[in-house]
């Protein structure tokens, strides 16, 4: 039996809104179905103002718009972290002041932020990788003492909380995704969350096209008009529908997924002597968004994802360093971001999906872990 390394889950109402939603006979943004998505994440974890996206990558630009930057201004960001953590801000004209990851877990090092502030610094962004917090109580104390916003890219952070506060509330903004390999899917599909209310009529703009469109429809104007910059970020009501069958279905996906998580913690225990398993801070909460191993070398990742996949494990590496990319090496400062490379050249996922079984973990996945370190 092949493994895939992930394989999109539908809870069987997916469908089911989806001709709901055609049959109300408005299946453009903000329909019904965005409606209840929006009202869902508002009253569970509390964010000030929910928003539909078509990506996390429009959640994460509507952001960069919100905070008018301006030519010049700086960012700080992760370099460990997907490309559009980084270009949302770079299409503003930010400059990139990369970050370096922390030791002992992907995300970025939060006792090195301060020192890479300079008076052109306008905001700091948080990714919580693997669902796992950053250390927000030291981010945020920075960015108010410098009068910075942050944003938090939660994209893998769903249902994930920093002592009891649940991720993408804590900073000005937040970003979430629901690609199809995240915890709840849309295929793809995101949201932005403003968690200051400064921002929440602008995003409601940014939003459509630039317009008081959602003004209109609420009635508080007779016409709407071009009132600012925008683009067409919410997504059609049927994707909406799609997610809704989904967050109806939260608690057990989640159940699903940290059984899965647990089942690999408990089967790989024997080879933490040989390979670094993942590292959860006592403040932060796991929603089981990925379970990854830290190799000793690229070449022992390479070999063991080469090992796997004749075993029929599909397990894959994950980013690679925006500091030293193609686009942003020459842009970048030249400081030497040790744990980014780190992680770059020895980080493997495993596979991890709701129909994936514990059987699957303990019968296949673990024996073939430990027949490589076994070997090795």
């Known amino acids: ?30 329909g019904s179905f965005t409606k209840k998505c929006h009202t869902f994440f508002e009253e569970t974890f509390g964010f000030r103002k929910a928003l539909l996206t078509t990506s996390c990558t429009d959640a994460l ?14 960012v700080i960001v992760p370099s460990y972290t997907f490309v559009s953590t980084a270009n949302a801000f770079v299409l503003r004209g930010a400059k990139l002041i990369f970050a370096d990851s922390r030791a002992d877990h992907p995300g970025m090092d939060e006792a090195r932020i301060e020192a890479l502030i300079t008076p052109k610094t306008k905001a700091i962004v948080v990714v919580h990788y693997a669902g796992v917090a950053c250390d927000m109580d030291i981010i945020m104390d920075i960015a108010h003492r410098h009068h910075l916003f942050v944003v938090e890219d939660a994209a893998q952070a769903i249902d994930s909380y920093y002592k009891g506060k649940p991720l993408g509330s804590i900073g000005h903004l937040g970003a979430f995704s629901f690609h199809e390999t ?32 959602s003004k209109f429809f609420r009635g508080e104007v007779d016409k709407y008009n071009w009132v600012d910059i925008g683009s067409s970020f919410l997504p059609s009501d049927i994707i909406a529908a799609f997610l809704f069958a989904q967050v109806e279905n939260l608690g057990s996906i989640q159940a699903k997924r940290k059984l899965l998580w647990d089942a690999y913690w408990q089967a790989l225990l024997p080879i933490r002597d040989f390979i670094r398993l993942p590292h959860i801070p006592a403040y932060a909460t796991n929603n089981a968004h990925m379970f990854y191993l830290v190799c000793n070398s690229i070449d022992e990742r390479d070999a063991l994802i080469q090992h796997l996949k004749r075993d029929g494990i599909m397990a894959v590496f994950h980013y690679q360093s925006l500091h030293s990319s193609n686009f942003y090496a020459d842009k970048h400062d030249g400081r030497d971001l040790e744990m ?32 490589f370190f076994k070997r090795t």
């Open 1 to 30: 039996m092949y493994i895939p390394f992930n394989k999109p889950f539908l809870t069987g109402k997916e469908t089911i809104y989806i001709e709901q939603a055609v049959a109300t006979g408005k299946i453009s943004g903000d």
């Open 61 to 74: 630009e509507m952001a960069a718009i919100l905070l008018n930057l301006q030519e010049g201004d700086e």
């Open 182 to 213: 995240k915890n709840i899917i849309s295929g793809e599909g995101g949201m932005l969350v403003i968690n200051d209310p400064q921002f929440i009529e602008r995003a409601e703009i940014i939003r459509e096209k630039g317009t008081n469109r």
């Open 340 to 371: 980014v490379e780190f992680y770059t050249s020895n980080l493997l996922r495993l596979p991890m999906f709701f129909e994936l079984s514990p059987n699957d973990i303990q019968n296949k996945i673990a024996p073939s872990l430990l027949s």
